[in-house]
């Protein structure tokens, strides 16, 4: 019996390939604008999870007992580890903090999805007071897309401020229902509680129009056009032209409506789509509420895409495999491993092939769909393709 | 190429007609024969079971869907729900034999571990669950009245339009769940990245179905 528990699942091949060089591309940006590796613990204590997570995550923690007998869940979140991480280990003046991570999170499956474990990359940008951090974190999310060749996305920017400010005053149960609503894409109920409910015309005009200002930047000229008080708009709008003052125009679209676990997320907030993919890839935003729960006063803002969607996406050439298999050809294994070394120095990746038959290697070689195979005792290579042999000196001196 | 996917059977005609009143094309879908894909102006529509249709909008085949709330609610699809179409109208309902409507009624002790025959397996767990009432299942894909007459279930969940199936199985609605309706549903990245499209669409037939 080899099979996995349901909703987990083994990686390999090409697919861990492509995983694992977007990992690299995304670790690589965000490092190089000072964002630090954070390795979270697996185990995370229950009450501190149940306490700080948004009520839609608190449904999917999957609960354990560690060994010492603590009631602890499987990491559901990377976010509160990270923010957990900051208000332990780093004072006041430290801050901020710039934290990325590649990890694993673990949350009970919601139908009709299956799975169990999501490997998450993602970035959190902690204690900052000024303006410029949203900015910063969606434009290296932006940078990261586009090292990874990834044409087709599109980054949907909301700020949960305009919806606060919509249901300011309208009776917790109300304004609850219909913050529910617009959160689970469920438009025809909100409209229908909107008709039913007793509420000034004015503010219904800017409810009933919320879902639906989703596009361009025009949205932001027909919200400020909508009756009423004045939608806190500048911030957003702040933010749009950063990213188009820098290209990514054409990848952004806006969603005043947008409304991501309210009572997680305090300001803009943003999530990133592609063509191939029903489901949003993840997001993420500005969640000060959870940095003040850990008594921290400051901004806070992160986001975390899932990285086997991320790597569907994203093109498989030039993935990382190794160029050509390289045939020991009964050299000692000491001669054989130098001459690879040479290669690997080239920029040559390889994989070496210790079997006693020359025609078994190369049937491997095949099958395993190297284009180039190598004999290492006879210095010679041959292209699969056409059966050309070569001295391997000639392929050494094109490098990769 | 803008996908919509629509469900065979019983509300065919129904969503025939509010494609139409969308304006979109429609004739081929009218003529498909045993086509299951069929393609017509920029439109393309994909045709399947009922209970199968939220998922291809969940996964993002399809840009657009028409569904039952039943269905939707079954599936679990994460979805926009963007109008009620008011059509293909029924009941979500508990039935059984008459002699059982009286446990209903009672403390839930009295109908604690009933067996219920449904094609609705996590909308009945839910219902009962959100009472504290632990119920067998009976999970079926059709004839479900015939469940609690051959001793296979005490009742069942499924859906009611005019009850004359209940009546012809001697089965009474013992309580009413939800009201059911065609939906017209995205997924959650056409809502986003097709949204001009979409609205176009949520409006004509709004128009259609408040203006009958």
Known sequence: ?400 | MFTIALPTGRVMEDALELLRCAGLPVKNLQDCGRNLVIEEEDCRYVLAKPMDVPLYAHYGIADLALAGSDVLWESGASLVELADTGRGKCRLAIAGPEGLAERFLGHESEIMGLRIATKYPRIADAHFSARGILIEIVHLHGSIELAPRLGMSDCILDIVQTGGTLRANKLVVIDEIAPVSLRLVASRKSAQLKWERIHEIVERIREGVEGR
């Not at chain 1, 690879?340 to 491997?364: D, K």
Request: charged share 25%; proline share 5%; glycine share 12%.
């Open chain 1, 1 to 400: 019996m080899s099979r996995l528990p349901r909703g987990c699942h083994n990686i390999g091949g090409d697919q861990a390939m492509v995983m694992e060089r977007c990992r690299k591309a995304f670790l690589s940006r965000f490092s190089s604008f000072g964002y630090r590796p954070f390795q979270p613990a697996g185990l995370q204590l229950l009450d501190v999870a149940w306490n700080h997570l948004p009520g839609s995550l608190r449904s999917r923690i999957i609960p354990v007992n560690s060994s010492h007998g603590e009631p602890c869940c499987l990491r559901p979140d990377l976010t509160l580890a990270a923010v957990a991480y900051l208000a332990s280990h780093h004072a006041p003046h430290e801050r901020p903090l710039r934290l990325c991570y590649a990890d694993k999170v673990f949350r009970a499956s919601q139908r009709p999805e299956k799975d169990v474990e999501h490997f998450q990359i993602g970035a959190e940008l902690l204690g900052w007071d000024g303006e410029g951090a949203d900015s910063e974190i969606i434009y290296l999310l932006l940078c990261t897309m586009e090292a990874l060749d990834i044409k087709d996305y599109t980054i949907v920017l909301g700020d949960v401020k305009l919806i606060q400010e919509a249901l300011k005053g309208l009776g917790a149960g109300l304004a609850s229902a219909l913050a529910g609503a617009l959160q689970e894409g469920a438009y025809e109920t909100y409209r229908s509680i909107i008709q039913r409910s007793d509420i000034p015309v004015a503010r219904r005009d800017i409810l009933l129009a919320l879902p639906g200002l989703k596009g361009g930047r025009e949205v932001l000229k027909k919200a400020r056009n909508l009756p009423g008080d004045p939608l806190p708009l500048d911030g957003l709008e702040g933010i749009v032209n950063t990213l188009e003052k820098l290209g990514f125009g054409t990848h952004i679209r806006l969603d005043l409506g947008m409304a991501r676990e309210l009572d997680y997320y305090s300001g803009p907030l943003f999530e990133v789509y592609v063509e191939k993919t029903g489901q949003t890839l993840g997001g993420g935003g500005r969640y000060d509420g959870l940095l003040s729960s850990y008594g921290m006063v400051g901004q806070a803002v992160g986001f975390a895409l899932d990285l086997e969607k991320l790597a569907s996406v994203s093109p498989k050439a030039g993935d990382g495999k190794p160029l050509l298999m390289a045939w020991s050809g009964g050299l000692p294994p000491a001669k054989a491993l130098s001459l690879a070394q040479e290669l690997t120095g080239l920029g040559i990746a390889l994989e070496l092939n210790w079997h006693s038959s020359r025609r078994t290697s190369i049937e491997l070689a095949r099958l395993r769909g190297y284009r180039w195979w190598a004999d290492l005792a006879a210095e010679k290579v041959t292209n699969l393709d056409d059966e050309r042999e070569m001295p391997l000196e000639m392929l050494s001196r094109e490098g990769a």
